[in-house]
């Protein structure tokens, strides 16, 4: 059997932008006619993804599968570990939850899963004509090189050249490429095949005197510098580009917009990219807070997005004196909406009889703007699917006013809780499943919801009807532009243009076709 060319992206460091390489490229072998598909082997990250047979994977790989104009699918990331505190994650494995463990634990039961990860390698390399993968963090944590599984390991085991990438927008780039070069093994070494210089800002024509001296020092070729890209929307792998300040925050806070929204930057946020969209609109002001100095006075909505651990997050809402603001603001008339662990955080109380994700037993109250409560069964209940929803009827009003029946939402579910309802007379549900089982729930005054349904405003359709909904309670204050199309198809054609103009893509291909 005939098995695809590999390409492997690894980094000085995280962040470096190896997920949005991957995605570039993807796109950019794509155009040209390869059958190409993404892969990383563990990927540690709070945003995922499911897949159309309800798995679960991380975002930036099911990003990627798109970029490359394929259906996600499992074995492009077996491991998936999605942290839940500082050492202990949930650990997805082939799509479905394995435990919640320390860091330790997982170390010690880390090696069976390489033959876990060479199998779903093999399969994908059966079924395409090139896998670019990516790596994670640094290759030379050299204290947990016996542990590795997705950097120099995978790179063995998929025959793939490596290509390594540095962030010159930290600073220290020549430190950062030839340090890591230097702490390699030989063999590891004589893998890498090139380097990348990635975000790169200002006049280009500066820099060629340094990537000519770097090529030197590193005896390895320099595939290119690729300039600092803003405003793209692509899903991110984790919240370190919201740590950082990124364009994306950049530009909401130069942003002058008829609406504020506020979305609430929880310790442990997770798909945070869905809201991209919303960033997106000329006539929205998007605050991420976490801190009550952030907060506007006056916002339309409030956002509580989803979270891996509800229970940390709703009880440091409380003690950051948010919990309180959310409800000042729902007293005002403000819009609040729930997604997911955002919804469960609205209910009356929490309750993690099994401890699934805080200690067996614990009772958290919840902000009560809601009549729901939610239980944490086993993680073994964790529900994972994609759903195409409706509106129901009795929710058209308030912030669903302008709904449609008919227009289909195409959304997605991961999580663990189960929600009830404690006093039907007040409000309603939302929406209908495909199923035509109901989910979330709504005030009687329409201006409280929440639901359990991720990618909403990823449909144009619902965002534009939540902003005129919104926009209908400011008497004589139309909105002053009209609402965008959200497309991230531009950003993966724009971003393979910007790699075929700054890197040596001839070069690229020679080194894929003479492999490792």
Known sequence: MKLAKTVMIQGTSSSVGKSTLVTG????????GYRVAPFKAQNMSLNAAVTRDGLEISRAQAVQAEAAGIEPAVEMNPILLKPQGDQRSQVIVMGRPLAALEARVYYRRRTGFAEIVQHALQTLRANYDLIVIEGAGSPVEI??????????????LAEAPVLLVGDIDRGGIFAALLGTLMLLRPQERARVKG???????????????????????????????????????????????????????????QKQAALEIVLLRLPYLSNYDEFDALAAEPNVH?????????CPASPDLI????????????????????????????QRGCAILGICGGYQMLGERLSDPAGVEAEAGSVIPGLN??????VFPTLSNKTTRQSNVTILPQAQHGLFAYLSQEQVLRTYQIHV????????????????LESGSPDGWQSADGWRAGCYLHGLFENDHFRHAILQ????????????????????????DTLATVLREHLNIDLLKTVIRDGA
């Open 369 to 374: 703007l809601l009549p729901i409560e939610t």
């Open 25 to 32: 490229l993807c796109r950019l072998f794509a155009q040209e």
């Open 303 to 330: 956002i509580l997005p989803g979270t891996k651990n509800t229970f940390f997050d709703l009880a440091w809402l409380w003690r950051r004196g948010l919990a309180s603001y959310i409800r000042q603001q729902a």
């Open 195 to 253: 380097l990348i210089v990635n975000k790169f800002r200002g006049d280009i024509a500066l820099w060629h005197e340094g990537e000519r001296m770097l090529a030197e020092r590193a005896a390895l070729p320099v595939l290119g510098t690729v300039p600092f890209l803003s405003n793209l929307y692509l899903a991110e792998e984790d919240g370190m580009a919201l740590d950082e300040g990124s364009a994306y925050l950049t530009q909401q806070q």
């Open 286 to 294: 998007l605050s991420i807070v976490g801190t009550l100095a952030e």
């Open 469 to 492: 909904a919104l926009q209908s309670r400011h008497a004589n204050a139309p909105l002053c532009d009209e609402p965008v199309i959200f497309d991230r198809q531009h950003a993966y």
């Open 417 to 432: 809780g189960e929600s009830s309802v404690t006093a039907v007379e007040q409000g309603n549900a939302a929406f209908r």
């Open 143 to 156: 204290n947990l090189r016996h542990y590795d599984l997705v950097n120099m390991r995978v790179a063995e």
